[in-house]
């Protein structure tokens, strides 16, 4: 068909539609079938009958399927999925292992000159990561170039107004769509192949119109090591469930390391997501969407309030355009169940697709009705006007998945003015139902692209203009990480993320004197006149939440500074704009250590940085030791905690280099107390129910090279803990004391978790024959034992219910905050009490800033007894074993909202609690939260390193009340 022949039909169809509205009482299904059937059909190649047959059959009602779907073409050469993996897609108890998604794409690409696969890196566990591109030959052939206009769009000041207008005139929108982020979400990875290869065969004008104008790339599984793993466990579990016989637990792992966090990465720590934001810098795709499976039927996602300032208001007028435009077409084609508005915020930045939006482009997201495998289920949801269920659940029990969180969050059932027609009823849910949603969806959200492709690349142009724009008038004109910190090592973290996401740093080549302060040459400068300058802004700045009665469904608050501990400084002064830098060009920067004179003793200092675990494990055949109190060489002061290492200074020296610490050496030890720096034998224990925090956990002693041994139940109940471990770190889980140590419900059976001839991807990062039951209390009565017996317990955020619940910390109690608390990730005061305490080696201020973790509310029993007379007058005293608190209140508040500050007001943070011959370490908060709260890592390296040099607080004086 000739170029101006379908732009003819283009422009006729609209005049169609128009022609239809005003055809009269033919109802919705019949007005839809005639909008897209008979125009479609008179110039489809050839289809394939058998497709439509079988689509029908497992479409379980006729209103779940549009005709955008309802048939697929066959094209000689050109292998369709059936040809490609056996078997049409959405065909019930059939889910595809990642290695043939990728041998699907590939034959396509080979095939077909529309599709092209491209590789981006390595999984965590080894697999390809790729884009797979789908569009025109043109798009195809010419990719680079339109990579080029719109890496050039991207970056406005490299081009003029004019000049932007022929490049539009020229460029392509990409449209990313992304699936399988979260494993147990299985559908739209399925569902994606159908579409590249509909885009790369049909002849419909919706199709050929979206591949004249909208080149369209795919991640097809964001996660694919998770996707083999639960594949695994469908087909191991999932596919024998019947109705109301599950099996009781979902796959422990997706990632190796985390859940559904890999979606709130927001430093992008995972090699998965740091691939496509690597790919995402080079390709500028205008917008990414991401496909979920967790609501009811199909939510798209609109960018509902809380609403982060600094974002473009282009973009939130674009965010409910394209929802809406989708909602009105789902009701044309007679599907019910679309929704806008009433789910995830715009508050945090850290969701994956946010990788566009944070960078001038836009965030999709949908949440489409499925199940973690493949079976057809029974849903039953409530009335328009009534209570009643919402749907099925994605992942299985003991999975946090996002469908946990939002229970309860109002019936998806119920009508209202972003739902105007709910599901209802009961009925069967299918996973070919999933693909008809998710593909219908798609495909409508790139017709409306293919629509308006001008605008959508206007805006992208304008957006990455207002940032520039803004940065330059808005009343911080700048940041400032100051050279001169004690630990450089944060401040080249800092930078390195910031760089990671594409924002310009430069270092000031000569003093910077400016109205807010002057600063060192040397110092590092990021300009609020670039293009990601909101984004810049976004990371750095204090989270000022909109209204403390609104929730969000992530953190409210992440600012990189505080989170570092590092000084980053606003700055309102303009002339900041005009500062000379040297840009920084690194991908990564490395600021090298310092080691000052020669010889054989050497001292290195303890300014906090998370590294000086590393140069332990570095330097593990040393003799390490700390000194408990400050002293000097030369002109460094090094403060308590500060390393003396002796022997091979050579080797020291480059460890001490390569981590970017100080170090100088001594004539002879340093006249204050030491003691050694062992390197204890450390556990890390976890749940089967709950491993994703565990898993952070695991991910920061990778990193910075803490060894290890991962534990679950079946160890602690061998017993004889003391003999293997020194210390048992057990990171946030379980969510209580009960959960931690009963764990997955057996429900009759065992349920095992094991590597096999067929299951490949089982039994990693652990096994067991049966991941049910819990440690039980005989679990309990072993840790008590190992505490006894001499070992540390480290608990940390709600691990810290267990050994108060179970009494392995036998004066500490935990409560519960009230109903009206809130605080989603707040940063807020915490106040050393024990500033010369081994925890704390490397803090030298007294108040410092932590993540709040919605833990336990610790108590600590004095131990005195009412007998003992009146309390004395004034205030309780804090016990000693209190090591540090939570000042509490409102002015306590540094970033985000925190609703009832009074309630956590000077109650305990860290406690010491000895027992027997060890003790309970309680961390109220979680000091090794995501990849995130870098500036508290410290603290529970400190605990590690320090374990058995920890004395036990003399008792204060009796006081007979409980003391919070
Ligand atoms: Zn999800």
């Known amino acids: ?31 839809a079938e005639q909008l897209t059937k008979p125009v479609a059909a008179a110039r489809r190649p050839v289809e394939d009958p058998e497709f439509a047959r079988l689509v029908k059959e497992w479409t379980t009602r006729p209103d779940f399927i549009s005709p955008l779907v309802d ?75 339109y990579r080029s206009y719109l890496g050039q769009l991207a970056d406005p000041r490299t081009i003029t107004p004019a000049q932007a207008a022929q490049i539009i005139a020229r460029a392509k929108p990409l449209y990313h769509l992304s699936g399988g982020l979260h494993s147990g979400e299985v559908g739209p990875s399925e569902m994606l192949m159908e579409l590249v290869y ?192 919402r749907g099925g659940r994605a992942a299985g029990p003991g999975v946090p998945d996002d469908a946990a969180i939002v229970a309860g969050r109002g019936n998806q059932s119920q009508r209202e003015w972003y739902r105007p027609w709910p599901a209802t009823g009961e009925f069967d849910w299918s996973l070919r139902n999933n693909t008809n949603y998710g593909e219908t969806g798609v495909i409508t959200a790139l017709q409306y692209t293919s629509q308006f492709p001008k605008v959508i690349l206007e805006n992208f142009y304008v957006k990455s203009r207002n940032s520039v724009e803004t940065g330059r008038k808005e009343t911080v004109a700048g940041y400032v990480i100051p050279a001169g910190q004690r630990d450089t090592t944060r401040v080249e973290r800092l930078v390195n993320l910031l760089r990671m996401q594409g924002i310009e740093v430069g270092r000031a080549t000569a003093e910077v004197k400016l109205q807010d302060a002057t600063f060192p040459a040397g110092s590092f400068v990021v300009k609020r006149d670039q293009p990601y300058s909101r984004l810049a802004k976004i990371l750095l700045e204090k989270q000022v939440y909109p209204d403390p009665n609104l929730r969000t469904y992530d953190d409210a608050a992440w600012t990189m500074g505080l989170m570092s501990q590092a000084d ?85 020296r480059s460890v001490v280099e390569a981590l970017g610490l100080t170090a100088a050496a001594l004539a002879a030890p340093p006249q204050v107390p030491l003691h050694d720096i062992d390197l204890p034998r450390v556990a890390v224990y976890s749940m089967w129910g709950n491993t994703q925090d565990v898993g952070w956990v695991r991910y920061a002693f990778d990193r910075f090279e803490v060894p290890y041994e991962l534990i679950y139940k079946d160890r602690v109940k061998k017993g004889d803990l003391k003999s293997s471990y020194d210390v048992i770190v057990m990171p946030n889980q379980g969510g209580s004391g009960k959960r931690i140590v009963f764990d997955i419900e057996n429900r009759g059976q065992p349920i095992e978790y094991k590597k096999s001839a067929t299951f490949q991807n089982l039994g990693m990062y ?9 440690m039980g209390l005989e679990g309990v009565a072993e840790f008590d034992k190992f505490v006894k017996q001499g070992g540390v317990l480290v608990t940390l955020g709600t691990a810290s219910f267990f050994p108060t619940e179970f009494g392995v910390a036998p004066r500490v109690d935990a409560a519960r905050t009230s109903a009206q608390f809130y605080a989603p990730g707040t940063i807020v005061d915490a106040e050393i009490l024990q500033l010369e305490h081994p925890i704390f080696y490397g803090y030298d201020k007294k108040i ?15 131990g005195a007894s009412p007998f003992d007379g009146p309390p004395p007058a004034g205030p ?41 011959k060890g003790r309970v370490i309680l961390f109220a908060g979680n000091p090794c939260y995501r990849w995130q709260n870098f500036g508290e890592f410290n603290m529970l390296f400190n605990t590690l390193l320090n374990y058995n040099d920890i004395k036990t607080p003399p008792e204060r004086p009796a006081s007979p009340t409980p003391v919070q």
Not at 4 to 28: E, S, T
Not at 88 to 107: N, S
């Open 71 to 145: 048939h697929l073409p066959k094209v000689v050469g050109v292998p369709s999925p059936k040809d490609g993996l056996g078997h049409y897609i959405g065909e019930p108890r059939k889910l595809t292992y990642y290695a043939d998604i990728l041998k699907y794409y590939r034959a396509l690409a080979a095939a077909s000159p529309r599709v092209k696969v491209m590789p981006i890196g390595k999984s965590n566990e080894g697999r390809d990561l790729v884009v797979v591109f789908v569009g025109s030959e043109d798009s195809i052939r010419n990719l680079e170039q």
């Open 198 to 389: 509909r885009l790369a065969t049909e002849e419909s004008p919706i199709i050929d119109q979206i591949r004249e104008n909208v080149i369209v790339s795919i991640t097809p599984v964001a996660d694919p090591d998770g996707r083999d793993r639960n594949v695994d466990w469908y087909y191991k579990y999932g596919i024998h469930e019947t109705e109301g016989r599950p099996t009781g637990a979902g796959v422990p792992y997706w990632g190796k390391y985390v859940f559904h966090d890999d979606n709130r990465d927001i430093n992008y720590s995972q090699v998965e997501m740091r691939a496509l934001l690597d790919w995402y810098l080079q390709f500028h795709p205008p917008i990414m969407h991401d496909l979920h499976q967790a609501q009811t039927l199909l939510y798209t996602f609109s960018g509902q309030a809380p609403q982060n300032p600094n974002l473009d208001p282009i973009l939130y007028g674009e965010l409910p355009m394209i929802a809406n435009f989708e909602m009105a077409q789902f009701a044309k084609y007679g599907m019910p169940g679309v929704w806008t508005h009433g789910y995830v915020d715009m508050w945090s930045p850290g969701y994956l697709a946010f990788m566009s939006s944070n960078h001038n482009g836009m965030i999709r997201m949908y949440e489409i009705q499925g199940f973690s495998g493949a079976n057809t289920q029974k849903m039953r949801l409530g009335n328009p006007n009534g209570e009643g269920g």
């Open 876 to 916: 309780p005293p804090t016990p000693q074993s209190v090591l540090m608190r939570y000042p509490g209140g409102d002015d306590h508040v540094l970033s985000g909202v925190m609703r009832g500050a009074n309630e956590i007001r000077n109650r305990p943070a860290i406690v010491d609690q000895p027992s027997g």
């Open 568 to 652: 980053v400084r606003g700055i309102t002064d303009r002339k900041i704009l005009d500062v000379a830098v040297d840009p920084v060009t690194e991908k990564a920067i490395h600021l090298a250590g310092t080691f000052n004179g020669g010889g054989a003793l050497v001292a290195i200092a303890h300014y906090g940085s998370n590294n000086m675990v590393t140069l332990r494990s570095r330097l593990k055949d040393l003799k390490v030791q700390a000194a408990e109190k400050e002293f000097k060489q030369g002109n460094v002061t090094f403060p308590a905690g500060s390393f003396i290492v002796s022997g091979d200074s050579a080797k020291v």
């Open 1 to 31: 068909m000739s170029h101006r022949l379908r732009r003819l039909r283009l422009v006729m169809l609209p005049l169609l539609l128009v022609a239809l509205a005003g055809a009269g009482d033919i109802g919705q299904v019949s007005a």
């Open 848 to 862: 410092i800033p932590v993540r709040y973790a919605s833990g336990p509310l610790l108590t600590v029993q004095t």
């Open 766 to 774: 652990g096994e067991s024959d049966d991941i049910t039951g819990g």
